[in-house]
């Protein structure tokens, strides 16, 4: 088992930047691959980028494309979501996920088996 705490979320204006960090309790980090999602209110939580267990060729939802990198650090046991041009519209909270199932990766948040509490990110215009 795994436990993730995100941190990094704050309220930023248009066109800024934020980083996300998700560290992961544990010694099998490297075992899982990991996902960002992100809920704003009144809305279906939503994949944001995902990242296999090695951290080649992450996966990115078009919305957010270019403008977010997913990273890790395995060493660290750490997570990395760096957003740039940031809008109004990626106001949410943003959770971090671990999956330790798939080989691929995948962008159904129901196939990711532990999830963080998440951290607000608000993005004023």
């Known amino acids: 088992q795994v436990q993730l705490v995100e941190s990094g979320g704050g309220l930023v204006q248009a066109g800024g930047s934020l980083r996300l960090s998700c560290a992961a309790s544990?010694?099998?980090?490297?075992?899982?691959?990991m996902g960002w999602f992100r809920q704003a209110p009144g809305r279906e939580r939503e994949f944001v980028a995902a990242i296999g267990r090695t951290g080649g060729r992450p996966v990115y939802a078009d919305s957010i494309k270019e403008r977010f990198t997913i990273s890790r650090d395995n060493a660290e046991s750490t997570a990395y979501l760096q957003m740039n041009s940031l809008k109004s519209e990626d106001t949410a909270v943003y959770y971090c996920?671990?999956?330790?199932?798939?080989?691929?990766?995948?962008?159904?948040?129901?196939?990711?088996?532990?999830w963080g509490q998440g951290t607000q990110v608000t993005v004023s215009s």
């Open positions: 544990g010694r099998t980090f490297s075992t899982y691959n």
């Open positions: 996920a671990a999956d330790r199932s798939h080989l691929f990766l995948t962008t159904r948040a129901s196939e990711y088996n532990y």
